[in-house]
């Protein structure tokens, strides 16, 4: 294959509820879409980008600029256009992992297509539906809190993650545990909101037998995970901490993640993924797959992931309404709170002309 270009498409989406995290409060999804067009088809990619650094360092128009002035001429330049070659090609320019992830993803969504396969094939997965959580945001007060979990309860939804800060984080959970029960698989995400010093508060948490607490600890603070794991009961999971399968082994091998959450984008696409995922079945970690407030496309990419045989927690792969009214692709339906896995041609979904449409806020050529 040939590049022959890529576009960028900006586009904006409503979000069904605002969706507040320790790192802030979102209500409409700004994503950077990349078509990427060769000789012999197209394929898509999903930038999980957000508009403001607070996730982590990378932001949406940051992303377009490295795509524009840096990564589509090396591609264009790197000799055959595989997937497979994606990342080495794009390695001297340091970082920017989600703009590199979304162009593997465009190349690997046309080769495949040209293939005829899936990337649930290409990936290895070994189910053809994958069990859905929810994350569920910062609200008001307590008893919205109860209300909205009951209600993705009611839709199936198997695991309620909860997102917690400081002053929000103990009764929020007791709570829940008291009004949903014992059965209920539940966790909680940080996002970097405390510090080591707060470890006896985070250990309030034991009684309530999460799954996991999620990201703690600032990104660049392995040791401090570790620490941390020593002194509370509830399994460290890592999230932000995690950006190649080589940071991914280091922290298993610290004792700083008794699991791991695996965001493809975060870590440079879904090839890197598979291998932390294979790092991790080696070292007896489990799995699950996270998620940006994905479209039907980077969903479709993720549920594919999900499937791989390490990926024992269900994942914040949240069907489509959960996000937002009208997806961009055929929308994804929870049916016995489970997602069922694409098997057609590379994603497997496309966007719907009039969807994309839509919610377009601008389109710009970049030329191999
Ligand atoms: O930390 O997992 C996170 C959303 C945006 C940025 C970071 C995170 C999240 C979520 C939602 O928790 C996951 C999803 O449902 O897509
Ligand atoms: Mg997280």
Not at 106 to 128: M, P, Q, T, W
Not at 158 to 174: A, F, M, S
Not at 207 to 216: G, V
Not at 342 to 349: H, I, S
């Amino acid at each position: 294959m040939k590049l022959e270009g890529v576009e960028l498409r900006r586009i904006s989406m409503p979000l069904v509820s605002p969706f507040r995290t320790s790192f802030g409060t979102q209500t409409s999804r700004e994503l950077l879409l990349l078509r990427v067009v060769t000789d012999e088809g197209e394929g898509w990619g999903e930038c999980v980008a957000m508009v403001d650094p607070l996730y982590s360092e990378e932001y949406l128009e940051g992303a377009a600029d490295v795509l524009r002035r840096f990564l589509v001429p090396a591609l264009a330049a790197g000799g055959p256009l595989e997937a497979h070659r994606v990342a080495t090609v794009l390695e001297p320019f340091k970082a920017h992992r989600m703009a590199k992830a979304a162009l593997e993803m465009g190349v690997l969504d046309a080769e495949l297509r040209v293939e005829g396969r899936s990337f649930a094939r290409e990936l290895g997965a070994v189910h053809d539906r994958v069990p859905c959580g929810v994350s569920v945001g910062i609200m008001d007060s307590v008893p919205q809190l109860l209300d909205a979990v009951g209600g993705y309860l009611d839709e199936g939804y198997v695991r309620i993650k909860l997102k917690i800060e400081p002053g929000w984080d103990i009764e929020p959970v007791r709570a829940v545990r008291e009004t949903y029960g014992d059965d209920v698989l539940l966790q909680v995400d940080a996002n970097t909101a405390y510090s080591i010093g707060d470890a006896r508060h985070l250990a309030r948490l034991d009684p309530f037998d999460l799954l996991l607490i999620e990201q703690p600890l600032d990104e660049d603070d392995v040791l401090g995970h570790a620490d941390l794991a020593r002194q509370i009961a509830t399994p460290v999971c890592l999230d932000e901490s995690i950006t190649s399968a080589r940071s991914a082994a280091a922290a298993i091998r610290l004792g700083a993640a008794a699991i791991v959450n695996i965001k493809p984008g975060r870590v440079g696409g879904y090839l890197e993924a598979r291998r932390i995922h294979d790092v991790c079945v080696a070292a007896g970690i489990p799995v699950w797959c996270g998620g940006m407030l994905e479209t039907g496309l980077g969903r479709a990419a993720n549920v594919a992931l999900a499937a791989l045989p390490g990926f024992t927690l269900p994942g914040d792969t949240s069907g489509s309404g959960r996000y937002y009214r009208t997806d961009i692709t055929e929308p994804f339906v929870l049916a016995d709170g489970h997602l069922s896995v694409p098997t057609g041609p590379g994603l497997g979904v496309v966007p719907l002309e009039d969807e994309l449409a839509a919610v377009t806020v601008s389109t710009e050529w970049v030329p191999a």
